[in-house]
């Protein structure tokens, strides 16, 4: 059987306009899958320019890789035609870090949800339509005489993002694009809407690709994390070892620059200092060496991906003592 959704060695550059030279590889050779019948939630985390949002307008279909390739269901994205076509823009959803952005201030809620449900022609009168809409906002803990015939300023944010999720759900997604969904949520209901991402993948099989800056939601959201920085998987694996044992210097920063609840620990005090950044271009080398407060000289050459256990591994010299793995093959290592 075909996997859902595969990326093969997959890189994206940018040139800097016509006349320039210059170009910024935004992702770089990355590959991962993810099974069909084992849906799961993967957690792509890593700073602003790391290139997580490049991955996910790629997986969309807004833009296109400067080479490898992107399978849906064994066919590549771009390639799609007619029914196949329609079949993908149904089946892999989005949800985008604003949950105001998708609201026009003049239509309803009803407006919002009946627009994709009229679009794939899923239902044939409106009282099905209705319930689809119904189903939906249970699903995501609304109620539905709450929110149906409301407009967008009568809402939460929390309501609004809430609302993103169910108007995802409606259309039955086998995959979702969660990009930073909560980043612009209070705090006290980023529980909530993660909780109810987790209940799409749980009751109605929906495979999540959560996009995060934010490695503490990340813990508690995914089951397997691939750490980006600047557009290379610097670290990926299961969520638990990742976050509690992280073995790349780049890792090991991020997660040292948490606030600890422990109060003789100050925030920001971390046990590796990073170098300042220096943008000078060390790209034929590892992507974190101008930082990097370990770099040698071999670290000039782009290190290989080395397997630090079942489901664990870094793309660093510091840990040549164990088996290389190729970059195709680190789904092996994110379980389900
Ligand atoms: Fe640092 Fe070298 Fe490892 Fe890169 S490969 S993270 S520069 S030690």
Redesign the pocket.
Known sequence: MPHLLEFKNVTKVFSRGLLSRTSTTALNNVSFTLNENEPTIVTVAGESGSGKTTLAMLLLGFLTPSSGRILYQGQDIHQLRGDDRMAFRREVQAVFQDPFAVFNPFYTVDHLLSVPIDRFKLAKTKAQARNKMEEALNAVGLRPEDVLGRFPHQLSGGQRQRINVARALVLKPKLLVADEPVSMVDASLRANILETLRDMQRDFGVSILYITHDLTTAYHVAKSIIVLYRGSV?EAGDVDSVIKRPQ???TRLLIDSIPWPDINRRWGETEIKAKEMDLADHSA?????AR?????E??KIQ?PLFRLQPTQA?????HEQYPQIAPEKLTELLPV
């Open positions: 610097m790349h210097p780049y080398g590892c992507r974190f060496y990097c407060p370990f770099a040698m071999k670290c290190p870094a793309l660093c010299y510091l």
